[in-house]
C-alpha cells in the first residue's frame, strides 16, 4: 500500500536552516502537504504542494518537490526556538484518504 | 471561532467497556475523518465521511465505529475496547477533500484502555 517515510528526530542550533525530508510511494499523489503538531496540541497546516508543482515559498518555509524521486523536503530558515515541533509529512490523491508520515520531531538549540 | 471540538479530552477506562469520543465542528465542512497517533508510527486514518450518511474505511477500521447522522457531529465508537486501542486519537474536518482546503484537527483524546 501507500506510504509516506521520514526520519524520526533532527536537532539544529537557533538561527540555521533545518531541512526536513518525505519520501512518498503513491505516484498518483495530487497533493502533498506539512503540518506541524506541538505538544498537547492538535496538528495545523503549515503549508501544502499541488504534485505540478516543483517549488512553494511562504515566508520562513520553502517546500521542494521531486517527483521523479517522490521526495518532498521543508526547509525552514532561521529557525527559531518556537519552531520546535513534530513535523509531519501526508499526501492525498483526492480519494479521500490522507497516508501520514511517521512525524520528524525537530529540536532547536538555543 | 471556527473549531473541532472533541470529547473527552483524556480518558481511563477498562476492556469491554462501549466508550464514545464525540467529534463536532463548527464550520460547515462536508468531510470529517479519525485518527490515530502511535509512537513511531505516525497518524493512521480509522475512518472518514465525505458528507452525511457517507462513511467509509481508512487504514485501521477493525474495533471501531463511526456514524455520520449530521454533518456538524462525527462520533467513534469503540464497542468492546481493548488495550490495544490506546492511543491518542484525531478528528479533523475539511470543507471538501480537495488539497487546498486544510484539514482542521481537535485537540485530542488520550485513551487508555486497561
Known amino acids: 500500500g501507500e506510504d509516506v517515510e521520514q526520519s524520526l528526530f533532527l536537532s539544529v542550533r537557533e538561527g540555521d536552516s533545518s531541512v526536513i525530508n518525505c519520501t512518498y510511494t503513491?505516484?498518483?499523489?495530487?497533493?502533498l502537504y506539512w503540518y506541524k503538531q506541538e505538544p498537547g496540541a492538535g496538528l495545523q497546516l503549515l503549508t501544502y504542494i499541488f504534485s505540478n508543482m516543483d517549488m512553494k515559498q511562504d515566508q520562513r518555509l520553502t517546500v521542494l518537490l521531486n517527483k521523479k524521486d517522490k521526495h518532498l523536503s521543508l526547509r525552514i530558515a532561521d529557525t527559531q526556538t518556537g519552531d520546535s515541533a513534530i513535523y509531519f509529512c501526508a499526501e492525498s490523491s483526492g480519494t479521500y484518504k490522507y497516508i501520514f508520515g511517521t512525524g520528524t520531531r525537530l529540536k532547536v538549540l538555543a | 471561532e471556527a473549531q473541532v471540538t472533541q470529547n473527552p479530552r483524556y480518558l481511563i477506562t477498562v476492556t469491554g467497556k462501549k466508550l464514545t469520543v464525540t467529534c463536532s465542528q463548527n464550520m460547515n465542512h462536508e468531510y470529517m475523518s479519525w485518527y490515530r497517533q502511535d509512537p513511531g508510527l505516525g497518524l493512521r486514518q480509522i475512518y472518514y465521511s465525505m458528507n452525511v450518511e457517507v462513511t467509509d474505511k481508512g487504514d485501521v477500521p477493525e474495533g471501531y465505529k463511526v456514524s455520520r447522522k449530521e454533518k456538524r457531529n462525527f462520533p467513534l465508537i469503540l464497542e468492546s475496547p481493548s488495550p490495544n486501542q490506546t492511543s491518542l486519537y484525531f478528528c479533523?474536518?475539511?470543507?471538501?477533500?480537495?488539497?487546498?482546503?486544510?484539514?482542521?484537527f481537535g485537540d485530542g483524546t488520550r485513551l487508555s484502555i486497561l
Open positions: 503513491d505516484s498518483s499523489s495530487t497533493y
Open positions: 479533523a474536518s475539511s470543507l471538501s477533500v480537495t488539497g487546498n482546503q486544510p484539514q482542521h
